[in-house]
């Protein structure tokens, strides 16, 4: 069924909902559900998705005709098109300091950032595929240098199983990254994860595990504050995970002068039950 929104920004989006009550919204061109121009980083993402058939059948063409194929950019619940999102804006020097430091209570970190995104890293064994974090932050200051790795979550929980004896998550898999092979301090070192508000994403098995909901944010519970070393490593400090939400995300986007930024992720959140958000005809 053919679909349309409206942007964080006033403009239209065509696109297509998807089969059954849940109705999820689907653009003609992932480019629309970003700001700026993501091509370099993003275009290496539009692979083909195995969720074209969730979509009648005479709209398949459409949603294809752009790329040549359906990829999961297209979708409004896309983790990726969020997370460049905000990133390019943390390259622009602004919610990411603040945010840091909010997360890890920790006002000693670095102003300044280097960000990769989607790097894939060496795993902990060399049969396992190597990990690709979401965000790659690294700072080097004349005292230390700092490596933190972020996971971004939309509506999918932290997956279990990432490595060859299917006993390591996903935050694990960033610990084991950030920690690197000169095995950092953990004041040096960590994993941030984003995720929408408790009042979205609050019954997510495998995040709650380390997380719990307390009004509008996520505190760490105690497996957060030490996720396990491998046994290679000697035990080395452990790694400390800590949790942001996207709306405060927008609000520290917001104070720090992006409000482009913090346009579009209320705008997401807001599109989270997509169904609501169809214009009419």
Not at 37 to 52: F, G, H, M, T, Y
Not at 240 to 252: G, H
């Amino acid at each position: 069924m053919r679909a349309r929104i409206r942007r964080w920004d006033g403009e239209v989006i065509e696109g297509v909902a998807s089969r059954g009550p849940s109705a999820t919204f689907a653009a003609l061109d992932w480019r629309d559900l970003v700001p700026g121009a993501p091509e370099l980083d993003l275009a290496p993402k539009v692979k083909k998705s195995s969720r074209l058939g969730s979509f009648e059948p005479d709209d398949r063409d459409a949603l294809q005709a752009r790329d040549g194929v359906y990829s999961d950019l297209q979708s409004i619940n896309s983790e990726d098109t969020v997370t460049w999102a905000a990133f390019r804006a943390s390259r622009r020097g602004a919610w990411l300091a603040s945010g840091l430091r909010e997360a890890f209570q920790d006002d000693s970190l670095p102003e300044n950032w280097t960000t990769t995104l989607w790097s894939s890293s060496p795993g902990p064994s060399p049969d396992a595929t190597p990990p690709e974090a979401d965000a790659d932050l690294r700072s080097t200051t004349d005292k230390a240098s700092f490596h933190i790795t972020v996971e971004s979550k939309w509506k999918q929980d932290l997956k279990d199983g990432q490595d060859v004896t299917r006993s390591w998550n996903q935050l694990d898999m960033r610990a084991y990254v950030a920690r690197g092979p000169e095995l950092a301090p953990s004041d040096r070192h960590g994993v941030l994860v984003l995720v929408p508000p408790p009042a979205l994403y609050a019954a997510q098995a495998v995040f709650s595990r380390y997380f719990e909901a307390q009004d509008s944010v996520f505190v760490p519970r105690e497996p957060a504050n030490a996720l396990p070393a491998p046994p290679n490593d000697r035990g080395v400090a452990t790694t400390r995970a800590r949790a942001l939400t996207w709306s405060r995300v927008a609000e520290l986007a917001d104070q720090a002068g992006d409000r482009e930024l913090g346009d579009y992720l209320r705008w997401r959140l807001a599109c989270f039950d997509s169904v609501g958000h169809f214009l009419s005809p």
